[in-house]
């Protein structure tokens, strides 16, 4: 039952991470990705991260050409809150 | 000390994975032909939902206004109306003896241009960029400049089948050569990201705050508005901070210019190109 609704969470927080990718600002994409990495072992936020770069990135940006700020961003949010979950009393 | 040690091995595993799959779908994403324009088709019709609910919400907000702050409203851009009807008078000669100049050095500048509206705008990416809705159905290319009016805001970066992404001149580290209107000075602009810029004149160079600066070309296009001047007694130049003369989040439409006549062309763009 428990694990039912933890997925349903999971799936509600997705579905409202794409539509900050499409409609909102980034930062506000930036805090369900908070949420999600603190909630869960998301992985699906890296490809989250791959999508909006693929979405919005043109080639001029940095590293060697291959645009890729929300990758990045959301791999270092995801490692960060891996670690730090380990430090944590109530994970 | 064995279990810490395992709960060490078990997190390096994790962040192993993590830079695995954030690697494997940058490549798949970036570098497998088609993959963007599958993703931007995808989202296509996402965003234009969010363009239709934003001209929703606009009118449901237009019609809660009071009366009060529509007349000051009205009032306001009748004083506006006037100054640019003063302002536009002398347009139509200038356009006309610009033409005339053209033709008597044998220059031509007609550029087809095609109507795209903005889905996507930089305050929902940190990239300064936009997403159009016209892409190669649309006969728009990679390279060719993006509009406001007659204001150059940037270049079509990639091209999809019915929708571009548009990366603007004020991106961080896009380069420009531009010149100053009034004194015709050839200027390397650097973007700063949210329609800002910044370069360098020499030191005798009379430059002001407000004046002008073009894209030279056969028909030169506004390209910003000097904001400050910065001027160093020891420096023998003079740094400039320009300015997109309109605000890029209030961008609901642009202007595509096709570079001469380009064939319809749908095959060889269906499979859209990535950089």
Known sequence: ?91 | MQSSRRQHSTSFRIVLLAIVIALAGTVVAQVVPGMRGVLHRAALPLWQIGSLSDNALGSVAAIVRSRASFQREIETLKKDMRVLQLMTLELPLLAEENRRLQALWSRRSYDESVLGRVLARPSATPYDTFVLDVGSLSRVAKGDLVLVENVAIGTVSNVFLRTSIVQLFSAPGVQSNISIATSSIPVVARGIGGGNFIGEVPRGINVEKGDVVVLPDVSSRVFAVVAEVQADASDPFRTILFQLPINIAEIDWVEVVIEGARPFQIEEDAHEESS
């Open chain 1, 1 to 91: 039952m428990k694990s039912r609704r933890s997925i349903l969470w999971r799936v509600l927080l997705n579905g409202a991470l794409l539509s900050t990718i499409v409609w909102l600002p980034w930062w506000i994409t930036i805090i369900f990705i908070l949420a999600l990495v603190a909630r869960f072992r998301a992985y699906e936020v890296l490809l989250w991260g791959v999508v909006a770069d693929a979405l919005y990135a043109a080639p001029a940006s940095v590293l060697v050409g291959l645009p890729m700020f929300f990758t990045l961003a959301f791999t270092a949010l995801f490692i960060v809150a891996e670690y730090s979950k380990r430090f944590l009393v109530f994970y």
